[in-house]
């Protein structure tokens, strides 16, 4: 076929319709889900096989070493995604980059396949350097497909987003069986497979895809420069990852794995408040510009400490359901991973309904601070009550499913306040000159509160579980009534934004990172 005649051929392919929609969306939807599915799928017996026993397969960590590479794991894979934006933008463009990271994540999983500890954390590198690249794209390729805007690009990444959550309701199913009943790095290797499926139907459907995620003619930027920067850093980086391991073999420094992971929160936190305070303090924006900004890190400052407890659903509270839950179900052990996609069915059942729920209640609808306060405290709930069951757990008592499933449910309904809002939120209080950076920290924000979740995980080994969950509730309950109380004053601050200043290209770019509006 000729250049002009395959051109031609990709026109026409691309304008086919897929329930009313781009055909290219059928092909991102799937992209999407299978690399979910290899996340959400290893991701449920990572902290599992960190502490199972050398004799049950497992690396026989010790509770606070595995929290500590959990948290660092889940905690770098989306703070991966800002890198992974900008080389998407500067070098590869976003339809290379996304084939790139998936290829990178499949072989970082079939790496840690092999029954080694080199193979394994190469594995874990390769697969926070694969995320940042696909995670970001993929969702900005949804945006090209509907240049137009509007209502229905809305309803386009609703449709998206449904795939994000099948595939984490399924990845824990298939990976957590294979892992927890039969060896588990084929739980590993089957999520690799899920995302070499992904791969294969991203290229088969590339063709529907049309201008998607590629950049022509004068757009293309001179990449050397670019380049350059990037092997900087990647030397910068390497190079102190090297000399830290030199002086830890050395003795010069004394760091446990989990001493690391509690440094990398700090940084991350203190380079946050650094960052927003030189913007508050040293600007030249506005006053009303420096008010939202204010409000920007409340919300930054509010959605850490939910993902913190949120997503203690693959750490603490996958302990909990191994250790303490009873799981036998006619005469029949389910896998403690299986758990892991209770969150996924409940978004999938409630998302349509809160969707609902905003449109009907329409301007009596709680404001954003306020929705957010909500959020925490039924997070907050959630915890308190999985305290309650975890009190019956003395004397190597296990409790009902049922314990964790009531938490999952609330944790679910406080998600669907708070995500979907909060991302919302930024994209209409940053001033234009700052969005993509704005969303830069929401990025951070959620890293830091994956990091958090994880090194809580540590709080097994040092104190009761009923007292872990009813610390965490306590510190989100608290910071849900703060925000409801002065839900009010923070909704001056915001002043009045019209709807049309939501940047929708960047709030397309950059989902929030679980949920049936995130992923």
């Known amino acids: 076929m000729t250049g002009e005649g395959k051109d031609m051929a990709d026109t026409a392919a691309a304008s086919k319709q897929w329930f009313g929609h781009p055909r290219g969306l059928s092909t991102l939807f799937f992209t999407e889900m299978w690399e979910r599915f290899s996340y959400y799928g290893m991701r449920g017996i990572l902290l599992l096989f960190l502490v199972a026993t050398i004799g049950n397969g497992g690396f026989g960590l010790t509770d606070r070493t595995g929290a500590a590479i959990y948290g660092l794991y889940v905690g770098f894979v989306y703070l991966m995604a800002l890198p992974g934006g900008w080389i998407a933008d500067r070098i590869l463009g976003q339809r290379r980059a996304v084939f790139l990271g998936g290829c990178i994540i499949a072989a970082g999983h079939f790496s840690m396949a092999i029954p080694t500890v080199a193979t394994f954390y190469l594995g874990l590198c390769l697969i926070v350097m694969g995320t940042g690249l696909l995670k970001p794209n993929v969702s900005a390729m949804v945006a090209d497909l509907y240049p137009e805007g509007g209502n229905r690009r809305d309803a386009g990444f609703s449709i998206f987003y449904s795939g994000i959550n099948v595939g984490a309701m399924i990845g824990p199913l298939v990976c957590g069986f294979l892992g927890e009943k039969v060896n588990w790095h084929l739980g590993f290797g089957a999520a690799g497979v899920g995302m070499v499926l ?47 391991a030199v002086l830890q073999v050395t003795g010069v ?153 009531i938490t999952y449910l609330l944790h679910t309904v406080g998600e669907l306040c708070l995500s979907p809002v909060g991302l919302s939120s930024v994209t209409k209080l940053s001033p234009k000159s700052l969005v993509g950076q704005m969303m830069g920290t929401w990025f951070m924000g959620t890293a830091l509160g994956n990091l958090i979740a994880g090194l809580a995980a540590g709080g097994f080994q040092g104190m009761s579980v009923a007292e872990l969950f009813s610390s965490i509730a306590k510190v989100t309950g608290v910071a849900g009534i703060v925000l409801l109380v002065l839900s009010r004053p923070i909704r001056r601050l915001m002043g009045t934004l019209p709807e049309d200043q939501r940047a929708p290209t960047v709030e397309a770019k950059t989902p929030t990172p679980h949920g049936a509006i995130s992923g």
């Open 198 to 244: 992904g791969l294969v139907q991203y290229r088969l459907g590339g063709k529907y895809l049309g201008q998607a995620g590629l950049r022509v003619g004068d757009d293309v930027p001179d990449a050397r420069p670019a380049i350059r920067r990037l092997a900087m850093g990647v030397v910068a980086v390497f190079g102190a990852i090297v000399l830290a």
């Open 253 to 405: 420094l004394h760091l446990s794995l989990y001493g690391v992971a509690k440094g990398t929160g700090f940084f991350m936190l203190g380079l946050a408040l650094l960052y927003f305070g030189s913007i508050i303090f040293f600007s030249k924006l506005s006053a009303a510009e420096k008010k939202r900004i204010l409000v920007i890190f409340v919300f930054f400052m509010a959605a850490v400490l939910f993902w913190a407890g949120f997503e203690q659903a693959g750490s603490s509270m996958n302990l909990f359901a191994e250790r303490m839950t009873q799981r036998v179900i006619f005469g029949w052990e389910m896998p403690a991973s299986f758990l892991q996609s209770v969150n996924s069915i409940f978004i999938i059942l409630l998302a349509p309904v809160f969707g609902a729920l905003w449109i009907r209640l329409g301007r009596r609808q709680p404001s954003t601070p306020a929705k957010m306060g909500f959020g925490l405290a039924f997070l907050a709930i959630g915890f308190l009550i999985l305290a309650w069951g975890a009190r019956f757990t003395t004397g190597g008592v296990r409790v009902s499913m049922l314990w964790l499933i």
